[in-house]
């Protein structure tokens, strides 16, 4: 069975930095695409970033292209979403998580899987 685990989260000011990373364990890591969704407090789950099983295929949202980078290390089993320049909106939990469609790098959160438990990201002004 897949896991998943996200870390990285904390409380930082707009402008900071954070580093998210997400632990796959259980199956071949490189055997899945993956994403990072988020969703702050009343709002539905959004799609942040995404990435093919190589790396080499990525897609952003609109809200965070330039700002943010997903990348992956396929020896760690680990995805990481570089954060830069972050805005209080950018504040909610965020998830990590494994499609098992390699090749695709959606942003559609129906074709993962499996999903971590999230980690809090606040950001204030």
């Known amino acids: 069975q897949v896991q998943l685990v996200e870390s990285g989260g904390g409380m930082v000011q707009a402008g900071d930095s954070l580093r998210l990373s997400c632990a796959l364990?259980?199956?071949?890591?490189?055997?899945?695409a993956m994403g990072w969704f988020r969703q702050a407090p009343g709002n539905e789950r959004e799609f942040v970033a995404s990435t093919d099983w190589s790396g080499s295929g990525t897609r952003y949202a609109?809200?965070?292209?330039?700002?943010?980078?997903?990348?992956?290390d396929n020896a760690r089993n680990t995805v990481y979403l570089q954060m830069n320049t972050l805005?209080?909106?950018?504040?909610g939990v965020y998830y990590?998580?494994?499609s098992g469609h390699p090749d695709t790098y959606s942003s559609r959160p129906g074709l993962y899987a499996y999903w971590g438990q999230g980690t809090q990201v606040t950001v204030s002004s």
């Open 62 to 72: 609109d809200s965070v292209k330039d700002r943010f980078t997903i990348s992956r």
């Open 25 to 32: 364990s259980g199956r071949t890591f490189s055997n899945y």
């Open 96 to 98: 990590c998580a494994a």
């Open 87 to 91: 805005k209080p909106e950018d504040t």
